[in-house]
């Protein structure tokens, strides 16, 4: 009934950028705490940055000062703005949100979307 579709992901020369976006698509009704997460090669995935649904803002120490993560409940979007991207920062980037949804009786499910690719060579 609901999910979450990544865009914007590719490749890129070390120090330059890319802004990947999230959108929620289905009977959505609101968009809980979003969050970006990142898959590296042959390594687990892990936290990004995080947006609640008042703005509040975590990012892990290695994306600190580089990316920046954004959300537009109007249009149910959330975004990462990655910048001075090194090779390390290339993974799989999944988006995930908790997501308020359904018609009359209203239901919460935390949802994954199916990940975009992010290369990134020196």
């Known amino acids: 009934q609901v999910q979450l579709v990544e865009s914007g992901g590719g490749s890129v020369r070390a120090g330059g950028s890319l802004r990947l976006s999230c959108t929620a698509f289905g009977t959505v009704i609101s968009m809980n705490t979003m969050g970006w997460y990142r898959q590296p090669p042959g390594q687990q995935r892990e936290l990004v940055a995080r947006i609640s649904k008042n703005g509040e803002i975590y990012y892990s120490d290695f994306v600190k000062g580089r990316f920046t993560i954004s959300r537009d409940d109007a249009k149910k979007q959330e975004y990462l703005q990655m910048n001075n991207l090194t090779p390390e920062d290339t993974a799989v980037y999944y988006c995930?949100?908790?997501?308020?949804?359904?018609?009359?009786?209203?239901?919460?499910?935390?949802?994954w979307g199916q990940g975009t690719q992010v290369t990134v060579s020196s």
């Open positions: 995930n949100g908790n997501l308020q949804y359904g018609r009359g009786s209203l239901q919460q499910i935390d949802v």
